[in-house]
């Protein structure tokens, strides 16, 4: 039996908002959260960054909010809200006490279908600045912080979307005008590019009833356009492509990335799976072998993204200790990975019950809840996957494991990025 | 269905009230505070294990203990090896984490309710039956030595490690970073894990912590069974100061050449958990710059640009903890940033908030509150300060209405009494090329500029 069954329901209103109602009664808490289809992946040269700065902009006021009411009003009622940038959506959310869902269906609705009366060549240059102290705080300041920006380039050929980083660049933020905002908010910012999952303590028939009130009358758009670029790309990278960079880093790290299916695609959960045996948890081989049998890494991390544009990556890293020779730690960290050729099943029982605790963990909070909704709904549309996730990684067998560590974490398909500390320091 | 006016701000229903989970509370014969807050809407349980005592009481060689202890409880047991161990509880889906901190040392499991009889099982073998093999100490030491220089390389950790070196009076503990130096970790022995966990994982002044879908007699069956001959009381915490290394406001630099932007760290020596006028003071705090739409925020990101964002926050701890304005600033405008911070101080010192501010912090306070008790983990976190600190077994019930009751006036003494702009040690990680002369303009106090560690 499933411990995962959420229930939902769900609607599209005559402008193309797609709506997720995920009733929960038994505490007084909701969650809205709104999905667009849109990210860096659809920025095109000379822009990198916008997706990311605009939505810095969203929380700047709308035609009926002025700037800074949005925070004020949530945080009055103790609510919490947050916005996030990605490569391939961007997400809005405020938790609220449940009576306070309304305040939060007319803010979201008020800059969706009114954002741009109240944009002001004031309020882009504020957050302009913002922005790039966000840049130079997350990453120009940071020992490694250039290490996302190299690896895009190892990976990622010239003309595809994921090419460059979702923060962008200091020239391209700095070039970035109201008409940008404008055009970006005209051909993104549509209903009928967007999801609004509804999770908690709600009726969901007088929800949808706000839902049309608040945001029935926003006008749709014209379909997306085509990405910029060219999203299709081979299954592999083709050899191992490399890069060594000495820099003022603390110690010694090494980062293999892995092209794989992209997240769309049915074999994507045996790279999950995959991933989970090599870094998940204590029990992981990484961090069995290399972190405290061989003592050769300080920490390991594993990484599966879930990106859905041509190609997805897997991604593992692991920290030396001083003096860690780049070469010895590469090697082992390769070892580790051919060795998973002859993964066991008790292992798989472990990543998957695993797992289902963190799952089941994370559904505790209704945000949660809502944000998972959205993105199925949005990449999918298929919010009911949230329910089905254990069953797709349980439905990965062994052999698929072991031929995806022969296919895709070979050596004609890795990208390097080493990053060794400066002689003397 | 009626037009809608969108300039109206809709105004909420009434707020559906929800009780703080109902907690049973035994304290065993051992000394051990157990507390159970019994929760169903998932089938998940959240425990914290609390024993005393922590890095406050450990000095010198000793500094840095406790997180060593903690981390290297991983190590294994009598029965079993670390990765056997890390085995037998991931195979069961359980997560369990240590951590040593200034009161005591905390070790957490989460998994579902299920499995939790097999999970406190594997928590009691590890907590109570150590061996801290020599190969998992040596382990966990390298890697807390590494994690010291990775600090030390991170600007915003140097800043944050550093200014509470400004802030104490040199061999108060809260002085220094919670996990020690290098030296005092380069030499620390298995036979000092070993004394440090008989001498301190023990069971009076502790406290079980159960939060989840699990009944209150299931626990205590579970603990009867794991937990059969655990006794004992760690020694009592000696008194320690936690008083300020000076009066004079003064200016720290460590200069970080090429940086390109500056670590801010502005504060001095806060108050204790049991400070008389705590709900009063967080308020204020929350007003100074503890939310989104706090004094400093609006001034120094959503007017003037200068940073992606700023807080204030007091570390309540058994004595009193930092009090810190904490940024991150272009090179430009670090100088502009440290004045405004400064005027902002000033401006709460002097005259506190409005009655408006007091209103909405405090809303906000006792909103936020409700939403923060949906699951396990954050409800099994709130009673273990309740036995951490020796709070009110009421407290959390009592929590909204005692925020709600706070005044303006209350707000306004507090802040007058716990901010004090002229004793601020301002910490600035940067180019100290660049930064300095403006920031010696400012002419907040005597200006001294040191090297960052290599």
Redesign the interface.
């Known amino acids: 039996m499933s411990l995962l069954s959420i229930p939902f329901e769900r609607h599209r209103l005559d402008n193309g908002l797609k709506v997720v109602l995920a009733p929960d009664r038994t505490i007084p808490v909701v969650a809205a959260n709104l999905w667009y289809g849109v990210g860096s992946r659809n920025e095109v040269a000379g822009k990198t960054g916008f997706a990311h700065l605009f939505e810095h902009m969203m929380f700047q006021g709308s035609a009926h909010v002025p700037k800074n009411r949005h925070f004020e009003l949530i945080e009055r009622v103790g609510g919490t809200l947050n916005a996030t940038t990605w490569f391939d959506r961007t997400n809005y959310f405020e938790t609220v006490p449940s009576n306070e869902l309304e305040l939060a269906l007319w803010l979201e609705s008020d800059r969706m279908g009114w954002m741009l009366p109240a944009m002001t060549q004031e309020k882009l240059d504020n957050q302009r600045d913002v922005v790039k102290n966000e840049k130079r705080q997350r990453y120009d300041n940071q020992p490694y912080g250039d290490w996302d920006e190299r690896l895009q380039k190892l990976m990622y050929p010239e003309d595809h979307p994921y090419r460059h980083t979702v923060i962008g660049s200091m020239d391209d933020i700095d070039a970035s005008t109201l008409d940008d905002v404008g055009s970006f908010f005209k051909t993104f910012y549509v209903p009928n590019n967007a999801v609004l999952t509804v999770a908690g303590d709600v009726d969901p028939a007088a929800a949808l009833e706000q839902i049309k009130r608040y945001f029935g009358d926003i006008e749709p758009g014209a379909p997306i356009p085509p990405l910029p670029g060219n999203p299709s790309l081979d299954p592999l990278i083709g050899s191992t492509v490399r890069e060594h960079v000495v820099a003022d880093v603390p110690l010694t790290r090494v980062i293999m990335a892995f092209r794989i299916p992209p997240y769309s695609s049915p074999d994507f959960a045996v790279a999950e799976v995959a991933g989970s045996l090599l870094g998940m948890g204590r029990a992981s081989r990484f961090y069995k072998r290399l972190v405290r049998e061989r003592r050769v890494a300080k920490s390991v991390v594993t990484y599966v993204f879930p990106l859905m544009t041509g190609a997805s990556m897997m991604l593992v890293w692991a920290t030396g200790y001083p003096g860690c020779d780049p070469t010895e730690l590469e090697a082992a960290m390769s070892e580790e990975i051919d060795a998973l050729a002859d993964a066991q099943q008790s292992e798989l029982d472990r990543a998957i019950t695993l797992t289902e605790t963190d799952l089941v963990r994370g559904l505790e909070r209704v945000a949660e809840r809502a944000d998972l909704l959205s993105m199925f709904d949005l990449y999918f549309d298929d919010p009911g996957r949230l329910n089905r996730e254990l069953d797709r990684l349980r439905a990965v067998s062994l052999e698929q494991v072991r031929s995806f560590v022969g296919e895709r974490l070979a050596v004609d398909n890795r990208a390097i990025l080493v990053y060794e500390p400066e002689a003397g320091r | 269905?009626s037009t809608?006016d969108?300039?109206k701000?809709?105004k909420?229903?009434?707020?559906?009230?929800?009780d703080f989970p109902a907690v049973d509370r035994r304290v065993l014969k051992n000394g051990l505070d157990l507390r159970v807050a019994h929760m169903n809407?998932?089938?998940?349980v959240s425990l914290n294990l609390f024993v005393r005592s922590g890095e406050s009481a450990l000095y010198g060689k000793n500094a840095g203990l406790a997180v060593l202890a903690a981390d290297a409880l991983?190590g294994g047991t009598a029965r079993r090896t670390?990765?056997e161990l890390?085995?037998a509880?991931?195979?069961?889906?359980?997560?369990v984490s240590a951590t040593g901190g200034w009161e005591g040392t905390s070790i957490g499991l989460?998994?579902?309710a299920e499995r939790l009889d097999e999970a406190v099982g594997l928590l009691a073998e590890a907590v109570l039956e150590p061996s801290f093999p020599e190969?998992?100490v040596?382990?966990a030491r390298?890697?807390q030595l590494?994690?010291i220089?990775?600090r030390?390389?991170?600007?915003?950790s140097l800043a944050s490690d550093t200014a509470p070196t400004r802030y104490f009076t040199e061999g108060s503990p809260y002085a220094r970073p919670i996990d020690g130096s290098a030296e005092s970790i380069a030499e620390m022995s298995r036979d000092q894990l070993r004394g440090y966990a008989s001498a301190n994982f023990l069971p009076a002044g502790g406290g079980l912590i159960v939060a989840g879908d699990v009944e209150t007699r299931e626990v205590e069956q579970m603990v009867a069974d794991h937990f059969t001959s655990w006794s004992g009381a760690p020694a009592s915490i000696p008194d320690f100061s936690s008083e300020a290394a000076t009066r004079e406001r003064r200016v720290y630099v460590v200069h970080r050449p090429?940086?390109?932007?500056t670590e801010i760290r502005v504060g001095h020596v806060g108050a204790a958990r049991s400070t008389p006028d705590y709900y009063a003071l967080s308020v204020a705090n929350m007003v100074l710059g503890g939310?989104?739409?706090s004094r400093l925020n609006?001034n120094l990101?959503?007017?003037?640009?200068?940073?992606?964002g700023v807080r204030s926050r007091f570390s309540f701890r058994s004595e009193a903890g930092p009090f810190e304005v904490s940024t991150?600033?272009?090179n430009d405008v670090t100088a502009s940033a440290v004045r405004e911070i400064m005027v902002e101080l000033k401006a709460m010192a002097a005259q506190g908030p409005t009655a408006d501010e007091v209103a909405?912090a405090r809303?906000?306070?006792?909103?936020?509150?409700?939403?923060q008790?949906?699951?396990?983990?954050q409800v099994a976190a709130r009673v273990t300060q309740l036995v951490v600190y020796g709070l009110p077994e009421r407290y959390f019930d009592d929590y909204r209405d005692n925020v709600r009751d706070v005044t303006t006036e209350e707000v306004a003494a507090a802040a007058a009494i716990h901010i004090r702009p002229d004793e601020v040690q301002v910490v600035l990680v940067g180019d100290a090329d660049v930064i300095g002369p403006p920031v010696e303009e400012l002419g907040l106090g005597p200006v001294e500029v040191v090297a960052s560690p290599?």
């Open positions: 269905m809608l969108r300039s701000t809709p909420g229903g009434p707020i559906r009230n929800f809407r998932l089938p998940v991983e670390g990765s890390a085995e509880l991931e195979r069961i889906g359980a997560r989460s998994c579902l190969e998992e040596a382990r390298d890697q590494a994690g220089r990775q030390a390389k991170d600007p915003a090429g940086s390109v932007q939310m989104f739409t609006l990101r959503e007017k003037n640009g200068f940073t992606y991150s600033v272009g909405a809303d906000y306070a006792a909103g936020i509150f409700g939403l008790l949906e699951t396990a983990g290599s």
